[in-house]
C-alpha cells in the first residue's frame, strides 16, 4: 500500500465538487448496478420466446429460481470476501463473472445449460449489488452517503420501469440472445472504469476463510428460498418436500449462528447486530423487499385483467409508484446530506408504506387508472424513503472493517423480504381468487383457474363474458387480501423505525452551529488520477 496518499476522493474540496476519477467511479458503479436490476426485467419479457426457442417449459421457474438461488447465497460470501481481500479485486471478479454467465447464457442450446448459466450469472450478480454498496461506503462519508445511494435507488427504479419495455424491443428486433449480449458491452464499460480509475488499498488478510459458515448459510437460504419459490405452487406448503426443506433451512441457519460465535474469521460476525440501528434497519429493509416485489408482481396483473391495460407496455403501469420512488429517493439523500438528520425518513416512509398499501387493497372492478396511479405513488413515497436510507444507517452502525458485510447483511435481508413477499401474498391472492371463482362462476370458474389463478392476456380473451367478468372480481378480491397483509407486515416496519436512534453521520457536510462530527475509523486510502 502506498504511503503518499490523497483523500480528495473521500473529503470534497472547498468548492464542494468531488474529484472526477470520483465521479467516473460512481458512474462506472450505476452501471454495475444497473445490470444487475435490469436483467431479470428483461429475461421476464424474453421468456415466452425462449420457450418456443429452446423447449423445456416445465422448467420455466428455474430460470428465474437459479438466478435468485445463486445471487442470495452468494451475497454474504461476497461482502466478507471484500472486507478480508480488499473491495476492489472482490468487486472486478464479480463483474467478470457476471460477464462470463451473461455470454453462457446467451450461447445456451437448451434449457438446462440456460438454467446453469444462470447460476453463474445471478453469482456474479450478488457481488454486483454488494460492491456497489460497499464501495460507496468507503468512498464517500456518511454524511454525504444520502445522496449518492439516492442516485442508485433511482438506477434501480429506471431498471424496473425500462426492463420490460427493452426487453420486449431486444427480443423482437434483434431475438432473445441479445437480452444475455447487452450485458456485455455494459459491463466491459464498467469494468474499464473501474479497473483505471477505482484505487482502493490493497487488503491481505491471514485469516482462512469460514468454509463451514459459507457451506451452512448457503444451505439455509437455499432452503429458504426453494420453500417460498416452490409453497403452493409446485408443491402444497404442506407437502413432505416443502416441510423438508423447513427442517433442513432451521437446522441449517441454528448451525450457522452457533458456528459463527466460534469461528475466527465468521462471515457474518454476529457483533454487528449489537448495534440496535443495524438490527432495526435490517428488519426495515426485509419489509421493504416483501412489500416492494409483491407490489410490482400483483399491480400489473390487476390493471392487465381488471382495467383493461396492455401487457405489452407493463413497465409503464408502474410509473406512478417507481417515479414517486426515484423522485423521494433523490430528495431524502440531498435532505440526509445537508442536515445529518434521517430518522424522519424511516418513520414517515413506513407510514406512508401502510396508507398507500391500505389504499391499494381498496381497489375493486369500478377504480380508475388515475386512482389506482394515486395509490400506488402514495407506495412510492414510502418506499422511497425507505430504499437507500436503511442501507445507509446500517453502514453508519459498524466499523470500517465490516462495511462489507454490513452491506451484503442488509442486501440479504432485502432479497430475502422479496421471496416471502413473493410467495405469501402470492398463496393469498392465488386462495383468494379461486374461492371467488367457485362463488361466482361455480365448476366453470374452478376449472378456469385450476391451473393458474394468473391467466394472461389471451386466456382471458377466450373467457365467456360471465367468465371473464367474475375473474376480473377475483383479482380485486385477490389483490384486497394481498395489499391489506402487506399493510399489516408494513407496521412492524414503523414500529422498527420508531426505535431508530438518530446517531450522527460521519463525515463532511454542512453542520449546525458546535456540531462536531464523529471521527470515522479506519479511513480509506484513496488514490486519485
Given at each position: 500500500m502506498?504511503?503518499?496518499?490523497?483523500?480528495?476522493?473521500?473529503?470534497?474540496?472547498?468548492?464542494?465538487k468531488r474529484p472526477r476519477s470520483v465521479r467516473v467511479v460512481l458512474l462506472a458503479l450505476m452501471i454495475a448496478m444497473m445490470l444487475a436490476m435490469l436483467d431479470n426485467m428483461i429475461i421476464g419479457t424474453a421468456m415466452p420466446t425462449i420457450v418456443g426457442d429452446l423447449g423445456g417449459l416445465e422448467h420455466?421457474?428455474?430460470?428465474?429460481?437459479?438466478?435468485?438461488?445463486?445471487?442470495?447465497?452468494?451475497?454474504p460470501l461476497w461482502g466478507k470476501l471484500g472486507d478480508m481481500y480488499g473491495r476492489k479485486g472482490t468487486f472486478l471478479s464479480s463483474i467478470v463473472i457476471f460477464l462470463i454467465g451473461s455470454a453462457l447464457s446467451g450461447m445456451a442450446q437448451d434449457m438446462g445449460q440456460l438454467i446453469g448459466f444462470r447460476a453463474i450469472q445471478g453469482l456474479g450478480a450478488g457481488g454486483l449489488m454488494v460492491g456497489v454498496m460497499a464501495i460507496i461506503g468507503d468512498l464517500i462519508p456518511p454524511r454525504e452517503r444520502g445522496k449518492y445511494q439516492g442516485m442508485m435507488a433511482?438506477?434501480?427504479?429506471?431498471?424496473?420501469?425500462?426492463?420490460?419495455?427493452?426487453?420486449g424491443t431486444i427480443t423482437d428486433h434483434w431475438g432473445w440472445r441479445w437480452a444475455f449480449y447487452i450485458n456485455l458491452p455494459l459491463g466491459a464499460v464498467a469494468l474499464a472504469a473501474v479497473s483505471a480509475v477505482l484505487h482502493l488499498p490493497k487488503k491481505r488478510s491471514e485469516a482462512r476463510i469460514d468454509y463451514l459458515g459459507a457451506a451452512l448459510l448457503t444451505t439455509g437460504i437455499t432452503a429458504?428460498?426453494?420453500?417460498?419459490?416452490?409453497?403452493?405452487?409446485?408443491?402444497a406448503w404442506t407437502s413432505a418436500r416443502i416441510m423438508e426443506l423447513i427442517g433442513i433451512g432451521v437446522a441449517a441457519l441454528v448451525g450457522f449462528v452457533f458456528w459463527q460465535t466460534r469461528a475466527a474469521e465468521p462471515v457474518v460476525p454476529l457483533h454487528i447486530f449489537r448495534s440496535r440501528n443495524f438490527t432495526l434497519m435490517s428488519v426495515v429493509g426485509f419489509i421493504t423487499g416483501f412489500v416492494m416485489f409483491?407490489?410490482?408482481?400483483?399491480?400489473?396483473?390487476?390493471?392487465?385483467?381488471?382495467?383493461g391495460a396492455s401487457a405489452t407496455n407493463s413497465g409503464l403501469l408502474l410509473l406512478p409508484m417507481l417515479g414517486a420512488m426515484l423522485v423521494t429517493s433523490m430528495v431524502a439523500g440531498r435532505v440526509t446530506t445537508s442536515t445529518g438528520k434521517y430518522k424522519v425518513f424511516p418513520v414517515l416512509g413506513s407510514a406512508l408504506m401502510i396508507v398507500g398499501l391500505y389504499l391499494l387493497s381498496t381497489m375493486d372492478t369500478g377504480t380508475s387508472r388515475f386512482?389506482?396511479?394515486?395509490?400506488?405513488a402514495v407506495v412510492g413515497f414510502g418506499m422511497g424513503c425507505l430504499m437507500q436510507i436503511t442501507m445507509l444507517v446500517a453502514q453508519n452502525s459498524v466499523q470500517m472493517k465490516d462495511m462489507g458485510v454490513a452491506s451484503s447483511s442488509t442486501t440479504l435481508?432485502?432479497?430475502?423480504?422479496?421471496?416471502?413477499g413473493v410467495a405469501v401474498m402470492g398463496a393469498l391472492f392465488?386462495?383468494?381468487?379461486?374461492?371467488?371463482?367457485a362463488e361466482r362462476a361455480g365448476a366453470l370458474g374452478s376449472k378456469v383457474t385450476e391451473q393458474s389463478a394468473q391467466l394472461d392476456a389471451a386466456s382471458l380473451a377466450k373467457l365467456p363474458e360471465a367468465a371473464r367478468e367474475a375473474y376480473q372480481h377475483a383479482v380485486s378480491a385477490g389483490i384486497h387480501s394481498a395489499f391489506l397483509l402487506g399493510a399489516v407486515v408494513a407496521v412492524v416496519a414503523l414500529a422498527a423505525a420508531v426505535f431508530v436512534k438518530e446517531v450522527p453521520l460521519k463525515g463532511a457536510g454542512p453542520k449546525a452551529e458546535g456540531e462536531q462530527d464523529a471521527p470515522v475509523s479506519q479511513p480509506p486510502v484513496v488514490e486519485t488520477v
Open positions: 502506498a504511503d503518499t496518499t490523497d483523500t480528495s476522493a473521500v473529503d470534497a474540496g472547498a468548492g464542494g420455466l421457474s428455474w430460470v428465474v429460481t437459479s438466478y435468485t438461488l445463486a445471487t442470495a447465497a452468494s451475497t433511482g438506477v434501480m427504479a429506471l431498471a424496473m420501469i425500462g426492463g420490460p419495455l427493452v426487453g429458504i428460498v426453494l420453500v417460498t419459490t416452490w409453497g403452493g405452487t409446485e408443491h409483491g407490489a410490482t408482481l400483483f399491480l400489473p396483473l390487476y390493471q392487465q385483467s381488471v382495467q386512482t389506482s396511479g394515486v395509490f400506488m435481508f432485502r432479497t430475502l423480504g422479496s421471496s416471502f392465488n386462495n383468494r381468487v379461486q374461492d371467488v371463482m
